[in-house]
């Protein structure tokens, strides 16, 4: 398995992130939301970028880039959401990964190095993930990356444009001692 990094979304990153996007756009739709058109311009992409930014300045999201550590070819994305703080100190993990690039190992390297980051730099406690049950290679990941199963939520997230039910999965830093 090459090596991969992964490292906070720049303004430069848009372009080649809309290419990524646009690539594989059949191949992500059956797990994502409905987006709009104006998701697939690179003006969509350097808004989202931006919003990105201003969403980790306000310490609310981290979305990352993931690229391959030989060429900095941007393969795919993984972010850290919904950050509670408080009592809770959790996140909610998702990632994409380029088509040509699946079943490498690049997911479950950037999950773990997103849940390191969640940990060791951000102070979080748990890292939580949803996933389709019919999408089997998506909970392998997480699984691959120490995730335990916690339960199914029914009609969880509405994705492409039907309510879906989602597992649940969750990592604590005590699950890394």
Known sequence: MGQIYIR???PHDAERLLELKRRNREFFQPFEPIRD????????????IANGAVSAKNDQAYAFGIFLAETDEIIGRI???GITRGPAQHANVGYFIDQ???GKGYATKAVELAVQAAFDELGLHCVQAGVMPRNARSARVLTKAGFRH????KRYIKI????????LFAITVEDLD
């Open 79 to 81: 972010a850290l959401t």
């Open 37 to 48: 058109e104006t998701h697939f311009t690179i003006d969509g992409q350097r808004a989202e």
């Open 160 to 167: 492409n444009g039907a309510w879906e039910d989602h597992d």
């Open 150 to 153: 916690e339960g199914l939520a």
């Open 100 to 102: 040509a690039h699946n």
């Open 8 to 10: 906070p979304l720049e």
